[in-house]
């Protein structure tokens, strides 16, 4: 008789694990229902001390230790109103991991730049130093670390590279709410940093950004970037700049405020659940933890990666161990995205558009073809290694990681059963 759920076999998580995801009470409904009232859905007109957004603003860029906050429509905006802010152009490359959200190029691209895709460090996920020593040219104006799966990058490498060659730091923050390096929050480690607010995510109202700078003149043109080219302290009707409208609403913010007060202790009970996970994936041979850099002093995420080493699983594809791992009632998968983000149709096609800009930008000049790239790290983590688990997943008790540990230990025991 099978004993793997995915041969018909009995499944060994017959229950939910971790919490339903987004998590809200009453503080919610009563924040939304004291914005539908009060008339005031947008922060136009709302003095900062009145207006969540502005509230909102304030509270994250502390937390996160930066001086300025500027709350945007989304994540990806968010990456787009920093690039801008920063004074990245047409002509610029920008430095991107090959493993990570599509965003963080395609916002390069929308600002007129070139995303210039580079390897990851194996040990991390997160975009490799050297990779980014190696790609610097001439061009070079930007480099967008992501601390993929909240895992801080190793920003002193970063910032040495950075300092060097004198180049922007753009945090992309999407994954690491309250994630730290060294003691220092992520959102406070390079000249600008962005953080997504979309449903999935640590900290969410269904979608919403933000931008943090500790730089005054960078805060005052991410915010100008925000509102459609205005400038504080100018005529509402003046605008400066070429901008779109990226203002958050108050509905969304009173809900992040509302979110935010549970953000510190959903984060530890995440910390206290991957040690424990951690502790008793060490028993089970072919599956590994990421190694902990020490630096690395706080880890809160979207999703928790890991990894799978098939060879010793006798040569079982990775896929197949998520299959039958689904099957046992685990929602496993393999890190967000799936492939090198370079891999998508809008890269191999190299569809940008009637006029082929900004790759074809005269301003540019130099010939780029992104059927060309290839990261072999990134390649070979997403086609064999990379296991990841959702946040939420570690809302629950120890209990629960005992019954993942369970699970995973069942399938590592019936490799013959997996390879029919
Ligand atoms: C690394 C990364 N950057 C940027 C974004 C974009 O954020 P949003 O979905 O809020 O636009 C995401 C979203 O998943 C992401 O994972």
Not at 138 to 155: F, K, L, Q, S, W
Request: aromatic content about 10%.
């Amino acid at each position: 008789m099978a004993k793997l759920a995915i041969n018909g076999g009995e499944p060994m998580v017959k229950r939910a694990l971790g919490k339903s995801w987004p998590i809200f009470d009453e503080k919610e409904e009563k924040a939304l229902f004291e914005v539908l009232r009060s008339g005031h859905w947008w922060r136009g007109g709302l003095e900062p001390s009145e207006s969540k957004v502005s509230q909102f603003e304030d509270r994250f860029a502390f937390y996160s230790q930066a001086k300025h906050g500027i709350a945007i429509t989304n994540g990806t905006q968010a990456l787009e109103c920093a690039l801008k802010a920063a004074g990245v152009e047409a002509g610029d490359e920008v430095i991107v991991p090959a493993l990570t959200f599509v965003a963080t190029a395609t916002s390069v691209a929308l600002v007129n730049a070139i995303p210039i895709f580079v390897d990851v460090d194996p040990e991390t996920y997160n975009i490799s130093p050297q990779a980014i020593e190696d790609a610097i040219t001439e061009r070079t104006r930007a480099i967008i670390p992501v601390h993929n799966g909240g895992y801080p990058c190793d920003m002193d490498a970063i910032s040495r590279i950075a300092k060097k060659h004198n180049l922007i730091v753009l945090e992309d923050c999407a994954h690491a709410h309250g994630s730290e390096w060294k003691g220092k929050r992520c959102g406070s480690l390079g000249d600008l940093s962005t953080f997504s607010f979309q449903q999935g995510k640590a900290l969410t109202c269904g979608e919403g950004g933000i931008v943090l700078t500790s730089d005054a003149e960078l805060a005052e043109k991410a915010y100008s970037f925000m509102h459609i080219g205005r400038v504080p302290g100018r005529p509402f009707y003046e605008f400066h700049r070429v901008a779109s409208n990226l203002r958050m609403t108050e509905f969304q913010a009173a809900v992040l405020l509302c979110q935010f007060e549970r953000l510190d202790e959903q984060i530890e009970t995440r910390e206290r659940n991957t040690r424990h996970l951690s502790e008793g994936l060490q028993e089970i041979e072919g599956i590994e933890p990421l190694v902990r850099d020490e630096r690395v002093t706080r880890w809160s995420f979207y999703y928790w990666n890991f990894k799978y080493r098939e060879e010793a699983f006798d040569g079982i594809p990775r896929d197949r161990f998520i299959e039958a791992l689904k099957a046992e009632g685990v929602p496993i998968g393999v890190g967000a995205h799936g492939e090198p983000i370079y891999r998508n149709p809008l890269f191999q096609n190299m569809n940008f558009g009637r006029t082929g800009c900004p790759i074809k930008c005269p301003l540019y000049g130099k010939k780029i073809d992104y059927r060309e790239t290839f990261c072999p790290e990134a390649e070979r983590i997403y086609e064999k290694e990379a296991l990841s688990l959702p946040h939420a997943l570690f809302l629950g008790g120890k209990e629960d990681m005992d019954l993942i540990l369970e699970a995973i230990r069942k399938v590592r025991a019936d490799t013959d059963e997996l390879r029919k």
